[in-house]
Nanobody
Framework: QVQLVESGGGLVQAGGSLRLSCVAS????????MAWYRQAPGKQRELVAI???????KYADSVKGRFTISRDNAKNTVYLQMNNLKPEDTAVYYC??????????WGQGTQVTVSS
């Protein structure tokens, strides 16, 4: 059994910052890539940022220069630092992890709301 638990969402004004965290726990042998997705009302879930088991990262064009993904392998944790937030960043943010043996897992999501 593997669980991903996100935290750090909330309500922030445009231009503000938030830091999301996601901790993986349970029967974990090794975590490959970890990622953050988001889904706004009426829209499809989209990839925000992804980080490999090393340090390679990739970002959606809409968040480049504002968001930073990082991970602490010792803590099985991935972070998303979000700066200069915009109203269009409002969404439910989901953590995703690709685990060796256990496969792909998702967190329950955390709401991020950016007011104008």
């Amino acid at each position: 059994q593997v669980q991903l638990v996100e935290s750090g969402g909330g309500l922030v004004q445009a231009g503000g910052s938030l830091r999301l965290s996601c901790v993986a726990s349970g029967n974990i042998f090794r975590i490959n890539a970890m990622a953050w997705y988001r889904q706004a009302p009426g829209k499809q879930r989209e990839l925000v940022a992804i980080i490999s088991s090393g340090v390679n990262t990739k970002y959606a064009d809409s968040v480049k220069g504002r968001f930073t993904i990082s991970r602490d392998n010792a803590k099985n944790t991935v972070y998303l630092q979000m700066n200069n937030l915009k109203p269009e960043d409002t969404a439910v943010y989901y953590c995703n992890a690709d685990l060796m043996v256990a496969g792909t897992h998702w967190g329950q999501g955390t709401q991020v709301t950016v007011s104008s």
